[in-house]
């Protein structure tokens, strides 16, 4: 099994950023497309972004275009999620999960991946 850790979450005033990390541990996130995800409280976890294996092809759901981007530096074995403009309906704790098969070519949806982290907490509020 694939181990990715989530880290930089937190507390938020609204039109604040926050910058989310995933980091791999135990592999190389080299061969892998990395997707985020996001949970909050009586909902289904729902896509967010996810980012090819080469960098060169990112997704990202209507609600966060244009607020989020999605990078990655496999030199250091993470992938980033920049979240500027932050709102209180991003409330929820987010998820990095593996796409070992779409390439980031799929429909950003839970059973495309696998491998999830253990998620971390962002509240945006005053």
């Known amino acids: 099994q694939l181990h990715l850790v989530e880290s930089g979450g937190g507390l938020v005033q609204p039109g604040g950023s926050l910058r989310l990390s995933c980091e791999a541990s135990?592999?190389?996130?080299?061969?892998?497309?990395i997707g985020w995800f996001r949970q909050a409280p009586g909902k289904e976890r729902e896509g967010v972004s996810c980012?090819?294996?080469?960098?060169?092809?990112?997704k990202y759901a209507d609600s966060v275009k244009g607020r989020f981007t999605i990078s990655r530096d496999n030199a250091l074995n993470t992938v980033f999620l920049q979240m500027n403009s932050l709102k209180p309906e991003d409330t929820a704790v987010y998820y990095c999960?593996?796409?070992?098969?779409?390439?980031?070519?799929?429909?950003?949806?839970?059973?495309?991946?696998?491998?999830w982290g253990q998620g971390i907490q962002v509240t945006v509020s005053s």
């Open positions: 999960a593996v796409d070992a098969i779409w390439d980031c070519e799929g429909y950003l949806t839970v059973p495309e991946f696998g491998d």
């Open positions: 980012i090819s294996i080469s960098g060169g092809r990112t």
């Open positions: 135990g592999f190389s996130l080299d061969y892998y497309a």
